[in-house]
């Protein structure tokens, strides 16, 4: 079993930065990367960044390139989303999640809002 605890969203203006927080704790021995995922009411979960285990190869979809950067502090057990020059489309519910081998997620956590606006 897996626990998923996702922090640091709030509410910002155009422009800020805010950075995410994720602790992974239970069963994560067997986990090949991790993932931030976000999701707006009404419109399916997305897919915004992954990480290998080792911290080296990084993916972003496209609409984020640039602006947010994925990172991992595997001795905490923490994983991360810097988030610059938000933008309101940015808006969502932001989650983790730890990828095992067959393409397999843990339990989904709460998630942490993010809001931009003026």
């Known amino acids: 079993q897996v626990r998923l605890v996702e922090s640091g969203g709030g509410l910002v203006q155009p422009g800020a930065s805010l950075r995410l927080s994720c602790t992974a704790s239970?069963?994560?021995?067997?986990?090949?990367?991790m993932r931030w995922y976000r999701q707006v009411p009404g419109k399916e979960r997305e897919w915004v960044a992954s990480?290998?285990?080792?911290?080296?190869?990084?993916d972003y979809v496209d609409s984020v390139k640039g602006r947010f950067t994925i990172s991992r502090d595997n001795t905490q057990s923490t994983l991360y989303l810097q988030m610059n020059d938000l933008k309101p489309e940015d808006t969502a519910t932001y989650f983790c999640?730890?990828?095992?081998?067959?393409?397999?997620?843990?339990?989904w956590g709460q998630g942490t809002q993010v809001t931009v606006s003026s």
């Open positions: 239970g069963n994560t021995l067997r986990q090949i990367g």
């Open positions: 990480i290998d285990n080792t911290g080296r190869r990084k």
């Open positions: 999640n730890v990828l095992f081998p067959g393409s397999r997620l843990a339990s």
